[in-house]
């Protein structure tokens, strides 16, 4: 199949081939036609399924079709759970949009930055990919009205829940005209999820699901350190000298470890930098941008913001704490071992986690060779 066959026009086709899409992924095989036929959707997908695109050509192909006259407000309202995927969606709907005509005003709207030049941005927009609490903000502004929107597009409802965003949710729900295409996306459908489902947001929707295939671990390879929590830090800085690693991105479960982790790598020598929820968005931004060019050796980051960083021949990963499911390990350790090139995971492994990763392995039904610590020397790490 390819795209050719899903009802995209002669520009979109040709922004597809730009930007050297081959067929399309199963996803957007589902998705697409359902969208055109402006059917509600209640898709199931991972991060990384394509689904982005599965949106948003059939929501640039609906303007290219009706070329309706302009409003001040927008038809088309995108919510995502965070900053980063708020800027990436709506990229994505910037580059396609240029290959149209008519031009297609896409704003993304965001906390974390100021909130008057996006007061002025969304005037005249299109199309708006905002986070629950940004979008609030502008309405209660008056910067914004809902009363137009005839999409709703709800981007990893799942994670949005699980950020606490379910009551910002209902009140932005509350103010949409109840005429209109609703598209649900989620990784997942968990409870919280079916009760979005169950509070009649979506009509009749076509269920498109896309069966989560499991991650190739082959082309990486894994190791862990067993290590006493005092000698963690220093073991971690022993690692990343002694193999002399340019790149490489540290997982962490919290905040604090993350601020703690980054003070000491630079005391050390190590020039690195964080990403997570607390960070200011162009600190974000910043840290992620010197990562990629090298001036930054390692980028600390949780897995909630970490979803957004996609780095194609990315060496090592290092899991300095343990993440709290199987799924979330193999998630992490994904990220190196792409595009056909070899990577490099290690975890340090404290006493008190030492089962959690048995279970971890078990569930990936991979054995990681556990190697002792003890007799490194450590000192002047």
Do not use: C, W
């Not at 896409?106 to 969304?122: D, L, R, S, Y």
């Not at 913001?305 to 799924?327: C, H, M, T, W």
């Amino acid at each position: 199949m390819s795209f050719s066959t899903l009802g995209l026009s002669e520009p979109l086709l040709r922004a597809v081939a730009d930007q050297q899409y081959g067929k399309p992924y199963p996803i957007q095989q589902q998705a697409i036609p359902v969208i055109l036929a402006g059917r509600d959707v209640l898709g199931i997908a991972k991060t990384g399924s394509g689904k982005t695109a599965s949106f948003v050509l059939p929501i640039l192909e609906l303007f290219h079709r009706t070329q309706a006259a302009k409003t001040r407000y927008a038809t088309v309202l995108v919510l995502v759970p965070t900053r980063e995927l708020a800027a990436q969606v709506a990229g994505v709907f910037q580059e396609f949009g240029r290959a149209l005509p008519e031009p297609v005003k896409t704003v993304a709207v965001f906390g974390g930055v100021a909130i008057n030049p996006q007061m002025v941005a969304v005037h005249g927009a299109d199309i708006v990919v905002a986070t629950p609490g940004r979008l609030l903000d502008l309405l209660r502004a008056n910067a914004l009205r809902l009363s137009g929107i005839e999409i709703l597009v709800l981007d990893e409802a799942d994670k949005m829940l699980e950020l606490g965003f379910a009551e910002e949710m209902d009140a932005i729900f509350d103010l949409l005209p109840r005429k209109r295409q609703t598209i649900l996306f989620s990784a997942t459908l968990g409870d919280a999820v079916q009760t979005i489902i169950n509070q009649n947001l979506l009509h009749d929707p076509v269920r498109v699901e896309v069966e989560e295939e499991p991650e190739n671990l082959d082309l990486i390879t894994q190791t862990a350190y067993r290590v006493s929590a005092d000698r963690k830090g220093p073991l971690l800085r022993y690692i990343i000298k002694s193999q002399n690693m340019k790149q490489v991105l540290v997982f962490v479960s919290s905040v604090r470890t993350a601020d703690n982790l980054v003070v000491k790598l630079n005391k050390n020598g190590i020039r690195a930098g964080a990403i997570h929820s607390k960070k200011t968005q162009g600190g974000r931004t910043d840290a992620l941008a010197d990562f990629k060019a090298g001036r930054l050796n390692v980028l600390v980051a949780t897995d909630l913001i970490a979803r957004g960083i996609d780095i194609q021949f990315l060496p090592y990963v290092i899991n300095f704490e343990l993440p709290r499911s199987p799924k979330d390990y193999v998630h992490r350790i994904g990220r190196t071992g792409r595009a056909e090139a070899a990577g490099e995971a290690i975890s340090l492994i404290i006493p008190d986690e030492e089962h959690h990763f048995y279970i971890i392995q078990k569930k990936m039904k991979k054995r990681v060779t556990m190697l002792e610590s003890d007799e490194i020397d450590l000192q002047g790490m």
